[in-house]
Nanobody, 119 residues
Framework: QLQASGGGLVQAGGSLRLSCVAS????????MAWYRQSPGMQRVLVAS???????NYGDSAQGRFTMSRDNAKRTVYLQMTSLKPEDTGVYYC???????????????WGLGTLVTVSS
C-alpha cells in the first residue's frame, strides 16, 4: 500500500529525490516517515511528517534532507542533498494512522528503495 521510488547510485555530494505514493488516504490524522536501513544496521528514522504540518529530522538528515508531502497526490517526498557514503541503505516509507482508539492505529510499510552513495 506504499510504493517508494527514486533510489539509485549517486556520487558523494550528489542529490536524489525519493517519492512514496500511498494507496490509502493520508488526509486523516497520521504521520508519514522515511527510515533507512544500512547493511548490518537497524532501521533508523530519517524524517517524519505529521498530517498537522510538523516535520522532524534525524540527526544525520538535519540540514541536508527535506521532507514534504502532497496530500492530494497521497505522496511524500524526501529531497536528499550533499549525500554521503554513510547515507547508503534501503529507504523505507512508513505511514502510521491514528484512530480514535489507539488499538486501531495502523502501520503501513513499503518495500523500500535502495540508495547507494559512492565515495
Amino acid at each position: 500500500q506504499l510504493q517508494a521510488s527514486g533510489g539509485g547510485l549517486v556520487q558523494a555530494g550528489g542529490s536524489l529525490r525519493l517519492s512514496c505514493v500511498a494507496s490509502v488516504d493520508i488526509t486523516s490524522r497520521n504521520t508519514m516517515a522515511w527510515y533507512r536501513q544500512s547493511p548490518g544496521m537497524q532501521r533508523v528514522l530519517v524524517a517524519s511528517s505529521s498530517s498537522s504540518g510538523g516535520t522532524n529530522y534525524g540527526d544525520s538528515a538535519q540540514g541536508r534532507f527535506t521532507m514534504s508531502r502532497d496530500n492530494a497526490k497521497r505522496t511524500v517526498y524526501l529531497q536528499m542533498t550533499s549525500l554521503k557514503p554513510e547515507d547508503t541503505g534501503v529507504y523505507y516509507c512508513n505511514l502510521h494512522t491514528f484512530a480514535l482508539s489507539s488499538k486501531y492505529d495502523r502501520d503501513y510499510w513499503g518495500l523500500g528503495t535502495l540508495v547507494t552513495v559512492s565515495s
